[in-house]
């Protein structure tokens, strides 16, 4: 089983709607919790991190689900330039710096 | 830009020959990462640097790839008798140790081709 598991998606939406999927990890004790942005053959991005209580960026919402080990993304109000793939990362240990990646979920927001 | 930079952006090679890569990371940050990016995945991590020592490496690092980070700044990823295998995104990322859930900025990437 992979420590960091994503539905790959694609999800393909209009403009306009929201989308959301999860990610799973496998390790408990994980303490931080990010979501990166990568478009098609560039560096990830950092969009958010997600903390315990849930937080919220303008139109995306992250959730952490400590007790079924999963985080959420949410996209509201989707943009087309909100196409990309979303990265889920998880540093999977306490007093660990490397950064743990599900495989990505793609999203194509369509107009 | 004060961003992290990766030199070269794209190298192809013939299989068996030695590439090297380089990062420079962000002037004040002190941990450096490399991690490398196959099609269709997430990253996976390679090594990363405080400063100059080398705190970790993964299993994926055979023997035929080192690095280092002579003086705590810029760091050197180096693969001996390049394999098909190789081929990949070679990410660099950079960060400021500031305790737990702190970010790590990536360069453009390295993009190998091993022919």
């Known amino acids: 089983r992979k420590e960091v598991e994503q539905d790959p998606g694609p999800f393909n939406v209009p403009e306009g709607a929201t989308v959301a999927f999860n990610c799973t990890y496998s390790?408990?004790?994980?303490?931080?919790f990010f979501w990166y942005r990568q478009d098609c053959r560039k560096e990830p991005k950092l969009l958010m991190s997600?903390?315990?209580s849930g937080n919220e960026d303008g139109r995306f919402t992250a959730q952490l689900n400590r007790a079924s080990q999963y985080i959420s993304l949410l996209i509201r109000d989707s943009k087309l330039s909100d196409s990309a793939t979303y990265l889920c990362?998880?540093?999977?240990?306490?007093?660990?710096?490397?950064?743990?990646f599900g495989a990505g979920t793609t999203v194509t927001v369509r107009a | 830009d004060t961003g992290v930079s990766q030199d070269p952006r794209h190298k192809i090679t013939k299989r068996g020959q030695n590439v090297t890569f380089r990062c420079d990371p962000i002037?004040?940050?002190?941990?450096l990462y490399w991690y490398r990016q196959t099609l269709g995945q997430g990253p996976e991590f390679l090594t990363y640097?405080?400063?100059?020592?080398?705190?970790?490496k993964s299993r994926l690092l055979s023997d035929r790839f080192s690095a280092e980070r002579p003086k705590g700044s810029f760091s050197t990823l180096e693969i001996q008798r390049t394999e098909q295998g190789d081929s990949a995104m070679y990410l660099c990322?950079?960060?400021?140790?500031?305790?737990?859930?702190?970010?790590?900025?990536f360069g453009p990437g390295t993009r190998l081709l091993v022919l």
């Open positions: 990322a950079s960060s400021f140790s500031g305790g737990a859930g702190e970010t790590q900025y």
């Open positions: 990362v998880v540093i999977l240990r306490s007093n660990d710096y490397k950064l743990s």
């Open positions: 390790n408990s004790a994980s303490q931080s």
């Open positions: 640097f405080q400063n100059e020592a080398q705190l970790e």
């Open positions: 002037s004040e940050h002190n941990r």
């Open positions: 997600v903390y315990s």
